[in-house]
């Protein structure tokens, strides 16, 4: 077996199977899970006609690249949401099935380890971070650098802080924007400082911005595409990834897309070739109708505001937590519990029968410090009664451990 597969570590979901072994939860409360950021709105009729009316197209092989339609639909989308200029729907923009495969797949066309003989090529990642950044690093022979978010910073990263000779190493640089856990979104001037650094060490850029379209302002999140354009510069060394998973409930469908540097899509659209990586004709085509349609983008964000709106003051109460800028996680901290991230996600499981993820499960030790460490991440994805009950019982748990 290959070596490398001995460096990956657990998900963070097995860690938290492990954490409640032997944990009977009190039977007096009906499960409620806020744990898993798979989201749980209903997926709009319309999607789910468009798969069905199409199941014809599964006498054909599809081709890697996608469909011509899926691709312009794609780059029209791109081009109305961040205000780009027109998109080459043939070399800019690639389907792909859903962002994570993607993700840990770019890696492996990505990584030259020949290119950095003896120190090692290095995979830089946002820590805490989506454990899909590491794994893809280790597989493609590399390894990951943790750079800590920065609660101060609005968890953005210092990444004025990394010494110059680690940045010599790092060939690929993962980001996400808005961030899994904290909701951080990235600003104009953390992008060209990024953009500056990429130029300067010759590392891609791969922006994860699946919780895109999950925002609480009235403006939203600046992608990485946008950044490049607004500050006049080319997309070279530069793609995104993005998903219909989150904005618009179908995460069974398996959907997304890379775009950007079209020199780099092209080696991975050969990668992908020989990887097996083409979709489901049916698949793009409720893809074609997902893309086409924001209304149900605005209902289902429209629903994720009074979600959060209506959940967080109530958890402010007992925990250090705000409203983030982007996504459908709050990133408490429970310092002020007495409890640390386990023993809190623990004993809420085992009393009143909440989940809940521990931060430090979403981080590693880097630099002196786990960045996850006496934070939790609640995923509110159900509807708001149920998110409503599982805020209320956290509340009356955080008030017995005060009494």
């Known amino acids: 077996m290959n070596p490398l597969l001995d460096k990956l570590h657990p998900y963070p979901f097995e860690k938290l199977r492990q954490l409640f072994a032997g944990v009977t939860p009190n039977a007096d409360y009906r499960p409620i899970s806020l744990g898993i950021g798979e989201p749980k709105h209903p997926t709009p009729p319309f999607i789910c006609e468009a798969l069905s009316a199409n199941l014809a197209g599964l006498a054909a092989y599809p081709a890697t690249a996608g469909s011509e339609a899926l691709r312009g639909t794609i780059a029209a989308w791109l081009e109305r949401r961040y205000h780009l200029p027109p998109l080459d729907p043939a070399t800019q923009v690639l389907p792909v099935n859903g962002s994570r495969e993607a993700l840990f797949a770019f890696a492996q066309a990505v990584i030259d380890p020949a290119r950095t003989p003896g120190a090692g090529a290095l995979v830089m990642c946002p820590n805490p971070f989506y454990q899909i950044y590491e794994g893809a690093a280790y597989l493609a022979g590399a390894e990951p650098y943790y750079v800590n978010s920065d609660p101060a910073r609005n968890f953005g990263c210092d990444y004025d802080s990394v010494p110059a000779e680690v940045w010599q190493r790092v060939q690929l640089l993962y980001l996400c924007s808005p961030g899994n856990p904290t909701g951080a979104v990235l600003s104009l001037t953390e992008w060209e400082n990024l953009f500056a650094l990429s130029e300067r060490h010759g590392f891609i850029i791969a922006s994860d911005e699946c919780y895109s379209e999950i925002y609480h302002g009235a403006e939203p ?82 629903q994720y505001r009074a979600k959060f709106d209506a959940i967080t003051p109530l958890l402010a109460e007992v925990l250090d937590v705000a409203l983030p800028d982007a996504g459908f996680y709050l990133w408490a901290d429970v310092t002020r519990t007495g409890l640390s991230d386990t023993e809190f996600a623990r004993r809420l499981y085992a009393e009143y029968n909440v989940t809940v993820l521990p931060g430090s499960y979403l981080a590693r030790d880097a630099h002196g410090t786990n960045p996850g460490r006496n934070r939790i991440r609640m995923a509110l994805v159900a509807e708001t009664a149920e998110g409503l009950e599982a805020a209320q019982r956290i509340v009356q748990f955080c008030n017995t451990l005060t009494q």
């Open 221 to 302: 999140p600046l992608g990485a595409l946008q950044a490049a354009h607004t500050l006049g510069l080319s997309y070279d060394r530069l793609v995104v990834f993005s998903s219909l998973s989150k904005r618009s409930n179908v995460p069974g469908l398996r959907s997304g897309f890379v775009a950007g540097d079209a020199a780099v899509l092209k080696k991975f659209l050969l990668y992908r070739t020989y990887h097996g990586g083409a979709m489901s004709p049916p698949v793009q085509a409720a893809s074609v109708a997902a893309w086409n349609d924001e209304r149900h983008v605005e209902e289902n964000r429209a």
